[in-house]
């Protein structure tokens, strides 16, 4: 799987020679939303037909509703009209919305075309577009209906981040800083020596932070790609907590690096709490932590103003429910995660949202 994610600058200029490589014909469905349209629709669009690309573009609004059935109908109707069948792909060039968005139409349309990503965002670059997971959301839940559709190719250009917006940069920082927290303690090393140099997109770091994160991840769904072992599910490190934070901001005002962020602190404190991590282990993991920045406020108004109950209760999603426990992924050291098999009593979870709470009101000193 590793083999297929290509790291440099420019990436699309060697597209052509790719493609053939990977058995895939040079007849593209590109997709973008419209700000990765403008900002780089021309320069993609221009470098593959250099190469005698055959392209149908396509465009969705930028927003996470454009990961929606209507959407996937409307593109599948200019498909049709554009003459794509079964001997073209389809490249998606955005975020995870475009890559997720993306790789459901190609998994699906005339029973499955080869998919290729090209990520723009952090997130996308070191997540969403590794791993095969594609889908649309339903007005019941996020990300209900999809595909395991691997990529035939992850296209990943670094140059395109430098005209991401600094939230979304640490938004896709959290994930980064996650893989050095559950599989990697030399990248979590180099990850606290050079923060500060990754989050200002500097080369040769930037690219550097890109390349290791991708390839833990693709490592770790390639030994558990449909999740049975336990081994996967490790990448939900701090997700339990962020998904009760998304919920109680209704999925909108708080994005989701930013909900990890602050969920791995909460697992960093459960994970110690529970004695499986030591006090100073969690200690420099928070002191990590304490180095994000967040649009002004939202601390206050998306974490600290909630009860911890209030918190626990929005960690139960509706897909949960059915068996109404909770799972943590928790640290043993840095660098090592596990899936707890246990349950953890509700008293233990919200001891920790307290500590992380003490941890981001009080100056990040905590323990
Ligand atoms: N499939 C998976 O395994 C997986 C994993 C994690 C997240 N996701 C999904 O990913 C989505 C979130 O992805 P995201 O955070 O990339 O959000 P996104 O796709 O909405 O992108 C964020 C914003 O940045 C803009 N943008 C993209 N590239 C840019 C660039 N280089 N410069 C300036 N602006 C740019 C986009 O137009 C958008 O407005 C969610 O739908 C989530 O469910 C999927
Ligand atoms: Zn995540």
């Given at each position: 799987?590793s083999?297929?994610?290509?790291?440099?600058?420019?990436?699309?200029?060697?597209?052509?020679?790719?493609?053939?490589?990977?058995?895939?014909?040079?007849?593209?469905?590109?997709?973008?939303?419209?700000?990765?349209?403008?900002?780089?629709?021309?320069?993609?669009?221009?470098?593959?037909?250099?190469?005698?690309?055959?392209?149908?573009?396509?465009?969705?609004?930028?927003?996470?509703?454009?990961?929606?059935?209507?959407?996937a109908?409307?593109?599948?109707?200019?498909?049709?009209?554009?003459?794509?069948?079964?001997?073209?792909?389809?490249?998606?060039?955005?975020?995870g919305?475009?890559?997720?968005?993306?790789?459901?139409?190609?998994?699906?349309?005339?029973?499955?075309?080869?998919?290729?990503?090209?990520?723009?965002?952090?997130?996308?670059?070191?997540?969403?577009?590794?791993?095969?997971?594609?889908?649309?959301?339903?007005?019941?839940?996020?990300?209900?209906?999809?595909?395991?559709?691997?990529?035939?190719?992850?296209?990943?250009?670094?140059?395109?981040?430098s005209?991401?917006?600094?939230?979304?940069?640490?938004?896709?920082?959290?994930?980064?800083?996650?893989?050095?927290?559950?599989?990697?303690?030399?990248?979590?090393?180099w990850?606290?020596?050079?923060?500060?140099?990754?989050?200002?997109?500097?080369?040769?770091?930037?690219?550097?932070?890109?390349r290791?994160?991708?390839?833990?991840?693709?490592?770790v769904?390639?030994?558990?790609?449909?999740?049975?072992?336990?081994?996967?599910?490790?990448?939900?490190?701090?997700?339990?907590?962020?998904?009760?934070?998304?919920?109680?901001?209704?999925?909108?005002?708080?994005?989701?690096?930013?909900?990890?962020?602050?969920?791995?602190?909460?697992?960093?404190?459960?994970s110690?709490?529970?004695?499986?991590?030591?006090?100073?282990?969690?200690?420099?993991?928070?002191?990590?932590?304490?180095?994000?920045?967040?649009?002004?406020?939202?601390?206050?108004?998306?974490?600290?103003?909630?009860?911890?109950?209030?918190?626990?209760?929005?960690?139960?999603?509706?897909?949960?429910?059915?068996?109404?426990?909770?799972?943590?992924?928790?640290?043993?050291?840095?660098?090592?995660?596990?899936?707890?098999?246990?349950?953890?009593?509700?008293?233990?979870?919200l001891r920790?949202?307290e500590?992380?709470?003490?941890?981001?009101?009080?100056?990040?000193?905590?323990?």
């Open positions: 799987m083999s297929n994610i290509i790291v440099g600058t420019p990436v699309l200029s060697e597209a052509a020679e790719l493609y053939r490589k990977h058995g895939l014909a040079l007849k593209t469905v590109v997709l973008f939303d419209e700000n990765t349209r403008r900002l780089f629709g021309d320069r993609v669009i221009g470098t593959l037909e250099e190469q005698g690309f055959r392209l149908l573009e396509l465009s969705v609004p930028a927003r996470e509703t454009s990961k929606s059935f209507s959407s109908y409307r593109l599948y109707g200019s498909m049709i009209e554009g003459g794509v069948d079964r001997s073209w792909n389809l490249l998606a060039v955005g975020g919305v475009v890559g997720d968005l993306g790789g459901f139409i190609a998994a699906s349309y005339y029973r499955g075309l080869p998919v290729v990503q090209c990520p723009t965002t952090l997130l996308a670059m070191t997540d969403s577009s590794i791993g095969g997971k594609v889908a649309i959301n339903h007005p019941l839940g996020k990300n209900l209906i999809g595909f395991f559709h691997m990529p035939e190719l992850v296209l990943i250009d670094p140059s395109f981040l005209t991401l917006p600094r939230r979304e940069v640490f938004g896709g920082m959290a994930e980064v800083i996650k893989y050095g927290f559950i599989a990697d303690r030399d990248f979590l090393e990850l606290e020596k050079h923060f500060d140099r990754i989050t200002a997109l500097e080369e040769p770091f930037i690219s550097e932070a890109v290791r994160s991708a390839f833990i991840k693709a490592d769904v390639e030994k558990d790609f449909r999740e049975t072992t336990g081994l996967r599910a490790t990448l939900n490190f701090g997700h339990t907590f962020a998904h009760g934070l998304e919920k109680l901001a209704e999925y909108r005002h708080i994005r989701h690096g930013e909900a990890v962020t602050i969920g791995m602190a909460c697992a960093l404190c459960l110690h709490n529970l004695g499986y991590l030591s006090v100073d282990a969690m200690r420099s993991g928070l002191e990590l932590i304490s180095r994000f920045r967040f649009p002004k406020g939202l601390l206050e108004r998306r974490f600290l103003m909630h009860s911890a109950e209030a918190l626990l209760e929005n960690m139960f999603s509706d897909k949960k429910k059915l068996d109404s426990k909770l799972r943590f992924v928790l640290l043993k050291k840095p660098g090592e995660a596990f899936l707890l098999e246990e349950d953890v009593e509700d008293r233990e979870v920790a949202i500590d992380a709470r003490r941890f981001f009101s009080e100056g990040n000193t905590i323990g």
